[in-house]
T-cell receptor, first 113, second 111 residues
Framework: KAGVTQTPRYLIKTRGQQVTLSCSPISGHRSVSWYQQTPGQGLQFLFEYFSETQRNKGNFPGRFSGRQFSNSRSEMNVSTLELGDSALYLC????????????FGEGSRLTVL | QQQVKQSPQSLIVQKGGISIINCAYENTAFDYFPWYQQFPGKGPALLIAIRPDVSEKKEGRFTISFNKSAKQFSLHIMDSQPGDSATYFCAASLSDYKLSFGAGTTVTVRA
């Protein structure tokens, strides 16, 4: 069974640009969560989607948004990039949502210059 | 405001030794406490998890000890091996699909 797939794995952007990251969850998993990982702040929850509905959102500005499609694939978008947005963005899937094991992808490493 | 505090930031242990990582939480409503292991270039992977109605859980060389009254839980890695060298994260959550992670502990096992 294929794991969680994130694309692209690496990308470089400049301040003010926007970026879209993609996540394909494990087949059959309907919940997708996004986390930001930085050396200073660690792993921070961004948002969680289940059956195309956002159920929870972390404390990030409105520049961070996401969506989930009917096939459970998810995208997150960051607009008007700032230097501080440089991070590893991790996607995780879970079969039914709620507590339980999260299966993480390898992440998309974003560098903002 | 970090809801889960983890210590130490890093530790070095000899092969065969015991690694101990401690976490403390504030929110008494948390009802799920997992530990994740992360290798460089990889995403975190679930190692072991516990719920507050249990004081200890063991899986192979990994044991979680949970102290509800002290709002603390810890991970013990017995007979540490070089392959255990990784970053370990404790976490906690309500039944709301959101994990609050500790800052992480980098474990180095010396052969």
């Amino acid at each position: 069974k294929a794991g969680v797939t994130q694309t692209p794995r690496y990308l470089i952007k400049t301040r003010g640009q926007q970026v879209t990251l993609s996540c394909s969850p494990i087949s059959g998993h309907r919940s997708v969560s996004w986390y930001q990982q930085t050396p200073g702040q660690g792993l921070q929850f961004l948002f969680e989607y289940f059956s195309e509905t956002q159920r929870n959102k972390g404390n990030f500005p409105g520049r961070f948004s996401g969506r989930q499609f009917s096939n459970s694939r998810s995208e997150m978008n960051v607009s008007t990039l700032e230097l501080g947005d440089s991070a590893l963005y991790l996607c995780a899937s879970n079969q039914l949502g709620g507590t339980g094991e999260l299966f993480f992808g390898e992440g998309s490493r974003l560098t903002v210059l | 405001q970090q809801q889960v505090k983890q210590s130490p930031q890093s530790l070095i242990v000899q092969k065969g030794g015991i690694s101990i990582i401690n976490c403390a939480y504030e929110n008494t409503a948390f009802d799920y406490f997992p530990w994740y292991q992360q290798f460089p270039g990889k995403g975190p992977a679930l190692l072991i998890a516990i719920r507050p109605d249990v004081s200890e859980k063991k899986e192979g060389r990994f044991t979680i000890s949970f102290n509800k009254s002290a709002k603390q839980f810890s991970l013990h890695i017995m007979d540490s091996q070089p392959g255990d060298s990784a970053t370990y994260f404790c976490a906690a959550s309500l039944s709301d699909y959101k994990l609050s992670f500790g800052a992480g502990t980098t474990v180095t096992v010396r052969a």
